[in-house]
């Protein structure tokens, strides 16, 4: 079955509704309900198969801890693993900046080696991103 988009206002980066008078995501509700849950006290973390973060189908969601969670943030990208001080050295030595042109392409296989994301590439490239905790 297709997503099904809940579109009403956005705060961050998902779609919040207000039940007793109290805010709560969208699809955290849409979980709760679909499961006979007290939507403020089921605990964990309610993620989507879809990776769309506006979508309150019920199948595209489970609830899983924080692990699970971290695990599917890093399986898509959302999130970045913890690398030593060696790999960020490795990684700024291997890095070729898109501006230089030279064609190397080797951005997409290191970010496939370490588990990062272009863009944390180009900020460490930049000098703005140090090890992450």
């Known amino acids: 079955m297709d997503c099904i988009e809940y579109n009403p206002a956005k705060v961050g980066q998902y779609h919040n509704v207000k039940r007793g008078g109290r805010s709560v995501t969208a699809h955290r509700l849409a979980y ?3 499961n006979g849950l007290d939507v403020f006290t089921m605990g964990g973390h309610v993620m989507h198969s879809c990776d769309n973060r506006g979508c309150i189908n019920p199948e595209h969601l489970s609830l899983g801890d924080n692990l699970a969670n971290m695990a599917d943030k890093c399986s898509k990208g959302r999130q970045h693993k913890r690398l ?3 790999q960020i ?3 700024r030595h291997e890095f070729v900046p898109m501006s230089k042109g030279n ?5 997409a296989a290191i970010c496939l080696k370490y ?3 272009r863009g ?5 490239h930049n000098d703005k991103a140090r090890l992450l905790t």
């Open 115 to 117: 588990g990062v994301t």
């Open 103 to 107: 064609g190397r392409g080797n951005n």
């Open 89 to 91: 050295e490795a990684i």
């Open 32 to 34: 709760a309900e679909a």
């Open 84 to 86: 030593t001080t060696e």
């Open 120 to 124: 944390y590439l180009s900020k460490l």
